[in-house]
């Protein structure tokens, strides 16, 4: 499995420090680097993302904000410089919070996070396609003369 990541901080440093741990990991592939929230906005609708790293203070547009501003945003994992936003992390349902500077091993634990929620979901999905085909199959059977009449 891979997970589809978007980076997005106003600051290139950290940007470049998040893809130089996340390029170790082969279960991450890095679709973009985003310098503000409206250009994650344009990649969000462009690309399927399954985990976007996002800072919360920006230029533009917070990191809060935009990810409410999402219909369906991706697992999010926020960073920054301010733990007192840590708060603000549970109104969007954030999967994990990293201060910064953040270590190697912090980013990896990140992941793991968003690796078993994408897994949940990947296994729940599946398990919601099969049983609509067993409904369909078990409607099929019980109206079969039905469906001769109909075919």
Known sequence: MVIKTIIVDDEEIWRELAQSYLTVNEEVKIVAQCTSAKEALKILTEKEVDMMLLDVQMQDISGISLAKSLKKPPHIVLMTSHPEFAVDGFDIE?????????????LMMAVERVKKRVVLEKEATNSEEVRFSERIISFLCAHRQLCQDFF
């Open 94 to 106: 954030a999967v994990d919070f990293m201060v910064k500077p953040f270590t190697f091993e912090r």
